[in-house]
């Protein structure tokens, strides 16, 4: 077994022949569910685990968890480190240090329902309207290498590439 960054590398290396020898292998199906738990409090579960969300106190929420936005932040951070992690590791580069910073910007307006001033150009749709990542890097390769990785991870990432393009949604609703 060899570790680097924390990985099997010859596990991570067997899951691809795997998939690459079984193509329906890479079909894979994820779930979620959520709880109302009162308020702006929502329980999030998926497989074994379980989140929390809720709402700041500017939006009347008790600031007890990060709001979904932010889970949307969380998930496309996470998802970028876990690409660096993986994608560092099969390449034999040692990272040291990874911090990812990201913001995005949403316009109140379109969430609440109203229109906003038209001088004051704010999106009517209630979603992000730019996301930016800033990575933070250490590891023991050179700028280039390290770049190249970078642009792998970036373009491999499921999160990142779910949030740049339109995804079938479909929502139906039970009355109980």
């Known amino acids: 077994m060899t570790m680097v960054n924390g990985l099997d590398t010859q596990k991570l290396v067997a899951t691809v022949e795997s998939v690459k020898n079984n193509w329906e292998a890479g079909k894979t199906v ?22 929390l969300a809720d709402e700041p106190e500017m939006l009347c929420g008790t600031n007890t968890a990060a709001n979904p936005v932010e889970m949307v932040l969380q998930a496309y951070g996470a998802c970028l480190t876990i690409g660096y992690a993986m994608n560092a590791a099969v390449r034999g580069i040692i990272v ?59 373009s491999t990432s499921p999160v990142g590439v779910t949030l740049s393009r339109p995804v079938k949604i479909e929502t139906s609703l039970e009355v109980r």
Do not use: Y
């Not at 702006?40 to 379980?50: M, P």
């Open 30 to 51: 994820w779930k979620a569910s959520t709880t109302w738990k009162g308020g702006f409090k929502v329980e999030t579960c998926s497989r074994e685990f379980t989140l």
């Open 96 to 154: 040291k240090d990874l911090k990812i910073d990201l913001e995005g910007e949403i316009d109140l307006p379109g969430f609440l329902g109203l229109e906003s001033p038209e001088e004051l150009k704010m999106d009517k749709l209630p979603g992000f309207k730019n996301i930016t990542a800033k990575v933070k890097i250490q590891a023991d390769a050179d700028a280039k290498t390290l770049q190249e990785l970078h642009k792998h991870v970036i």
